[in-house]
């Protein structure tokens, strides 16, 4: 019985588990740095995220999403398809769930032929929280039809991890999927 077989749906995080978006995160951040400290808003040493919630919290987060959605959807048009998108389409309920606009996201699945494979698209901007609360990865599984302890999430990083065990969805790193794959 292989991993996909005991879940009635699979969902998958875009950007570094089924395609690599080609953005360069350093520059998105610093101007997204220089539009908030032009309105005098502190950025220290904020990640990208961290910026985004303030900008959320000084009124701010159209400008700072409309930018970084659009270096994403740039990065989405030159993106590379990795590894684990071979294994699209596959049987059953697919969905993804990204920390990337919605745009972009659908930009990338369709530069690479994966948009028919995908059932059901959560971006950051989908729904009102993102990654790593358990929000969009619910709500895919909802419009999926799968309660979530019959869905896997399938993703490259800590912050895919702690969105499943906050959704109580079981997760499948991408290496370990990879190295199952090959067993």
Wanted: charged content about 35%; overall charge negative.
């Amino acid at each position: 019985m292989s991993v996909t077989d005991e879940y009635d749906a699979v969902v998958y995080d875009l950007d570094g588990t089924l395609v690599d978006l080609d953005v360069d995160w350093g520059e998105v951040r610093r101007r997204v740095a220089a539009v908030l400290e032009a309105r005098g808003i502190e950025t220290g040493g904020s990640t990208l995220w961290e910026l985004l919630d303030r900008a959320k919290e000084a009124e701010q987060y159209p400008t700072v999403e409309r930018r970084i959605a659009a270096f994403e959807r740039e990065g989405a048009r030159t993106s590379s398809k990795l590894a684990l998108a071979d294994e699209l389409p596959r049987d059953g309920p697919t969905g993804v769930v990204s920390l990337n606009a919605e745009s972009a996201c659908r930009i990338a699945l369709e530069v690479h032929g994966l948009d028919s494979a995908v059932d059901v698209l959560i971006g950051r901007d989908t729904v009102e929280e993102s990654k790593p609360h358990p929000q969009p990865l619910r709500a895919a599984l909802s419009a999926l039809e799968v309660p979530p302890e019959r869905g896997l999430f399938v993703g490259d990083s800590e912050s895919d991890a702690e969105t499943a065990r906050r959704a109580g969805v079981d997760f499948q790193s991408v290496s370990d999927r990879l190295d199952r794959r090959r067993a």
